[in-house]
C-alpha cells in the first residue's frame, strides 16, 4: 500500500558483506521541518509567555530602567538611597570580581528588582482601578466624569498591544456578597412567586439560617476566596457537571449553527476542509496567546481561562465523578463517517494541511466503501447514555489492545468531526427546518457525535456546518467566540473555487485516512445497544422549535430608550404566564468573566415588577400609559439585576458555595435545601453576538448566524436561547420535551412573538399620541403667530 511505503523512513538489507541502508529522503524531510516547526512554536509560546508575565510592562523596559541605573553611577546621584552599595558590598565571589564589575552587577540587580516592583505596582493599581464597577451601573448613554476619568487611569495602565492572558493577574477576585444581602435579595426574587404563607415560611428558614450557621459558613468562604483565584468556579465544574451521572446529552450539552442564509459552497468535503483549516490557525493563534483579549467598552478586559481548554481536550467518565483531560500539541483528527471512524493527520512536512488537501482526506473518506466493525456503528452511544455504565465499560473492554489504541486517538484528539449524511439547515421553504437542524446538531442519531469531546464539528451533505459542545470546559460564549473566527475566515479569507472546492493545488501523495480498528466483544455490543436506547429515548421526548422574530429587532427597541435584553426577557414573562397561566422561577444566565477565572451567574427574571407589568398587559381595563410605566419600572429593574450579577452580587453561586461548604462541614440546612432544589421552569441565555467584529453586517447582511440552544432544564418547563442579530433579526430557540402536556414549543414560540409585538405597540401609542400632541402644539403656536 503507498501509505504504508511511506511512513517507513529507512529500510535495510542485511548482506554477507555488510548492510544496505536505504533511506527516505521525504520522510526525513519530514521529520527535519517537523522539528523545526515544534522548535519555533515553543520558541513563540516562551516569548509571548514572556510578554504576558511582564504586563503591562514590556521586556524593553528593563533594558530602560539598567541603563538609568547605570548612568547613575557616572553622575555619582545614587537614586537606590544606598542600596546599590549595600548589594555591591554582600555579592557572593565579590573577591574575585573589579571594583568596576561588582559596581555594574549590583546595578543590573538593583535595576532588575525595581523594574519587577514597578510591574507589581502597576498589576495591582490596574486590580484596583478594575475592582470598580460603578460605569456599569450609569446609564446607557450616559457617562459620569468618575467614570471617564477612571476609563482613562484604566487605559493609561493597560499598556499597549495586549495578548489573549496578558490581563489575568490584574483581573480582581470574585467578592464574597454579605449573607444579609443574598438574603435578601433571595426572598425578594421569591416573592412574586409564593403566596403569603409559603413566602412567610420561606422567611423563617431564611432568618433561622441567617442568624445561626450562615456566619460559620461564610467564614469558609471567605477562606477560600483568599486563597482560591475562584470561590466558585471550581465547585461549579465539579458538582454542577463532572459529578453528574445522567446522561450529558441533551441535558448538558449545547449546538450553535452555521450562517442561517448563507453557504459558501454546497460540497461537504470542501465546506469540511477550509472550517478545519480555519480552526486549526484559531488554535495556533491560542495555544501562542496571540488572540486579543476581549474588552467591554473596548478597555475593561474579560477573563480568557476557559479558552485554554477549547481544543485536545475530553470529559474522561469515572464512577462517582469525570475528569476533564487536556492535552497539547495534538496532530490529528478523528472523523466519523456512516458507522466508520478514521484518524486523519493535521499536519505534514511541519505544517497545517492545507485546506485543499484537508478536503481530498475528506472526500476519500467520503468514498471509502467499507463497512463498519462488529459494534462500532453505534459506539460512541456510550458517551450519550448514563455516565457509570460509560465508565465501568471504558475499563473493561477499552483498557488495552486495539481498544485502548483507538480509543486513546479518539481521546486525544485536537477535536472530533461528522461527516453526516442527512441535509440539515435553514430553509424557508420548509416550516419545521430550523427545528430539525437544531435536534440534529444536540443529539444527531445518538451514536454520531462523541459528546465527551470539549465540541464536535458537524458537516452536512449540503455543505452546511455545526457545533456540539459539552459544557462543563467552558461557556457559550467561549465556543461562539472561536465559532465566529472561524465562519469569517472560511468566508472572507480563504474562499472557494468556482466550483466550489477548496482553493490551493492537492497533494494526493499523502496518506489516506486510517480506520481505527476496534475489537468489541458480544457483551460489549449489549452495553452499547443499552446506552443507544436510553440516549434515543431523550432524543425524541426532545420538542424544538426556531423561531425568526424579524417584525424589528434592536435598533427599534434601543429607539424606544429600553434595554434590548430586558425588553426580551419581559416579553419571555408575558409568554410564559399566557402559555401556563402562572408565573414560574426563570433563570437568565449572565457572566461574571470580568473576574479572575470567572464563568457565569445567575439573573432571576421573574420579579415583582415583572409579574406587575404582564398583569397589567393582561388587565383589560389596564390604560396603555399605566402598562408602559410599569414596564420601565420592570425594565430597570432587570437591568440592575443584570449588573448586580455581573459584578459579583448576585444570588445562587453564593448560595451554592454555601451549600457545598456545608455538605463538608456536615451541617444540615434546610433553607440551602430548598433554595437549591427548587426547579427552574423556565431557563434562558442570550448567545453573543460580534464579539470579534470580524463582519460588518451592515456592509454583509446575509453573513449573520442563527445563534444556538439547549435542551429544556426541567422536565415541564422550556430552555430559550436567543441572539439578536444585527438590528432587525431576533432568533429564538426553544426547547421542551414531549412527554409534558404542559408544554409546546411551538406554541410558546407563538407566544414569545405575540408578547414581543404587544410589548412594542405600548411604545407606538405613546409615539403616536406625543405626535398628536406635538401637532396641536404646533397648530396653536402658528395660530398665535397669525394672530
Known amino acids: 500500500m ?55 510592562a514590556s521586556p524593553s523596559s528593563w533594558l530602560i530602567v ?90 493609561m495602565f493597560s499598556g499597549r498591544r495586549p495578548l489573549l492572558y496578558s490581563f489575568q493577574a490584574s483581573l480582581p477576585r470574585l467578592p464574597v456578597p454579605s449573607v444579609e444581602d443574598t438574603i435578601h435579595r433571595y426572598l425578594e426574587s421569591v416573592r412574586p412567586l409564593l403566596d403569603t404563607e409559603q413566602y412567610n415560611q420561606m422567611e423563617i428558614l431564611a432568618n433561622e439560617f441567617k442568624d445561626s450557621k450562615a456566619a460559620r459558613l461564610q467564614r469558609y468562604l471567605i477562606l477560600k476566596s483568599w ?85 485536545n481536550t475530553t470529559r474522561i467518565p469515572g464512577i462517582e465523578t469525570d475528569i476533564v483531560q487536556h492535552l497539547t500539541d495534538r496532530k490529528h483528527l478523528v472523523v466519523y463517517h456512516k458507522g466508520r471512524f478514521f484518524q486523519v493527520w493535521l499536519y505534514t512536512g511541519g505544517r497545517h494541511l492545507l485546506p485543499s488537501e484537508l478536503e481530498m482526506q475528506f472526500q476519500r473518506i467520503l468514498n471509502d466503501t467499507s463497512e463498519p466493525q462488529p459494534g462500532e456503528l453505534k459506539l460512541a452511544s456510550l458517551t450519550a447514555g448514563n455516565r457509570v455504565p ?20 479518539v481521546e486525544s484528539a485536537a477535536f472530533f468531526l461528522t461527516l453526516d449524511d442527512e441535509p440539515q439547515g435553514y430553509d424557508p421553504a420548509k416550516k419545521r427546518s430550523l427545528d430539525s437542524y437544531a435536534k440534529s446538531l444536540l443529539h444527531g442519531k445518538c451514536y454520531d457525535r462523541w459528546f465527551d469531546k470539549s465540541f464536535t464539528l458537524i458537516s452536512y451533505p449540503n455543505g452546511k456546518m455545526g457545533i456540539s459542545a459539552e459544557h462543563s470546559w467552558a461557556d457559550a460564549p467561549i465556543v461562539g467566540h472561536m465559532w465566529e ?36 466483544p458480544k457483551e460489549c455490543q449489549d452495553s452499547i445497544e443499552a446506552s443507544y436506547i436510553l440516549a434515543k429515548q431523550i432524543a425524541d421526548d426532545v420538542d424544538f422549535h426556531g423561531c425568526l422574530f424579524s417584525e424589528f429587532g434592536k435598533g427599534l427597541i434601543k429607539k424606544c430608550r429600553t434595554s434590548p435584553d430586558a425588553f426580551i426577557q419581559l416579553a419571555l414573562q408575558l409568554a410564559q404566564f399566557r402559555d401556563q397561566g402562572v408565573f414560574c422561577l426563570t433563570y437568565e444566565s449572565s457572566m461574571t468573566r470580568m473576574f479572575r477565572d470567572g464563568r457565569t451567574e445567575t439573573v432571576r427574571s421573574c420579579t415583582s415588577e415583572a409579574v406587575a407589568f404582564v398583569r397589567a398587559m393582561e388587565d383589560p381595563g389596564a390604560t396603555n400609559a399605566h402598562r408602559l410605566a410599569l414596564f420601565r419600572t420592570a425594565a430597570n429593574k432587570h437591568q440592575n439585576m443584570y449588573r448586580l ?52 453586517i451592515n456592509k454583509f447582511p446575509r453573513y449573520v448566524g442563527a445563534g444556538g440552544g439547549f435542551g429544556p432544564v426541567a422536565d415541564d418547563g ?70
Open 2 to 56: 503507498a501509505e504504508a511505503h511511506q511512513a517507513v523512513g529507512f529500510q535495510f538489507t542485511v548482506r554477507p558483506d555488510g548492510v544496505d541502508l536505504k533511506l527516505s529522503q521525504e520522510v526525513i524531510k519530514n521529520i527535519y521541518l517537523s522539528s523545526v516547526t515544534a522548535w519555533k512554536k515553543k520558541a513563540i509560546q516562551l516569548k509571548n509567555g514572556v510578554l504576558a508575565g511582564v504586563y503591562p
Open 66 to 155: 539598567v541603563i538609568v541605573m547605570m548612568s547613575s553611577l557616572y553622575t555619582r546621584i545614587d537614586p537606590s538611597l544606598g542600596m546599590i552599595h549595600t548589594i555591591k558590598d554582600n555579592l557572593p565571589l565579590r573577591d574575585y570580581m573589579s571594583v568596576q564589575t561588582r559596581a555594574v552587577l549590583s546595578s543590573i540587580l538593583f535595576a532588575t528588582g525595581l523594574w519587577l516592583f514597578l510591574i507589581y505596582l502597576l498589576r495591582y493599581t490596574l486590580k484596583a482601578l478594575l475592582s470598580y464597577h460603578g460605569w456599569i451601573f450609569e446609564s446607557h448613554g450616559k457617562m459620569s466624569t468618575s467614570t471617564k476619568l477612571w476609563l482613562s487611569l484604566v487605559k
Open 227 to 311: 486563597w482560591a483565584t475562584n470561590y466558585v468556579s471550581d465547585w461549579w465544574e465539579e458538582y454542577i457537571y463532572l459529578r453528574g451521572r445522567s446522561p450529558i446529552m441533551v441535558n448538558s450539552n449545547f449546538y450553535i449553527m452555521d450562517l442561517l442564509y448563507v453557504t459558501p459552497t454546497h460540497r461537504q468535503a470542501a465546506r469540511a476542509g477550509n472550517m478545519v483549516h480555519a480552526m486549526l490557525q484559531y488554535r495556533r493563534k491560542l495555544e501562542r496567546g496571540e488572540h486579543a483579549p476581549l474588552r467591554a467598552l473596548g478597555t475593561v478586559p474579560m477573563c480568557s481561562t476557559q479558552m485554554e481548554r477549547m481544543f
Open 390 to 409: 460509560w465508565a465501568q465499560t471504558r475499563v473493561k473492554y477499552f483498557g488495552q489492545g486495539a481498544n485502548k489504541v483507538s480509543l486513546d486517538a
Open 485 to 520: 473566527y472561524v465562519l469569517s475566515t472560511d468566508c472572507f479569507h480563504l474562499g472557494y473555487t468556482e466550483e466550489g472546492h477548496c482553493k490551493g493545488d492537492v497533494n494526493k501523495n499523502l496518506p489516506y485516512p486510517t480506520r481505527l480498528q476496534w475489537k468489541i
Open 645 to 696: 450579577a455581573m459584578t459579583g452580587s448576585g444570588i445562587d453561586r453564593h448560595l451554592f458555595c454555601l451549600y457545598i461548604v456545608s455538605k463538608y462541614l456536615g451541617v444540615d440546612s434546610p433553607f440551602l435545601e430548598k433554595v437549591l432544589s427548587e426547579p427552574w421552569k423556565l431557563s434562558t441565555s442570550q448567545t453573543p453576538q460580534q464579539q470579534l467584529n470580524l463582519v460588518d
Open 718 to 787: 422550556y430552555g430559550v436561547s436567543y441572539i439578536i442579530v444585527g438590528e432587525n433579526l431576533i432568533t429564538f430557540h426553544i426547547s421542551s420535551k414531549f412527554s409534558s402536556p404542559d408544554t409546546d414549543s411551538y406554541r410558546f414560540g407563538q407566544h414569545i412573538w405575540k408578547a414581543m409585538l404587544d410589548i412594542q405597540t405600548l411604545f407606538k401609542l405613546e409615539n403616536d399620541k406625543r405626535m398628536v400632541e406635538y401637532s396641536k402644539h404646533v397648530q396653536l403656536e402658528n395660530g398665535k403667530k397669525h394672530i
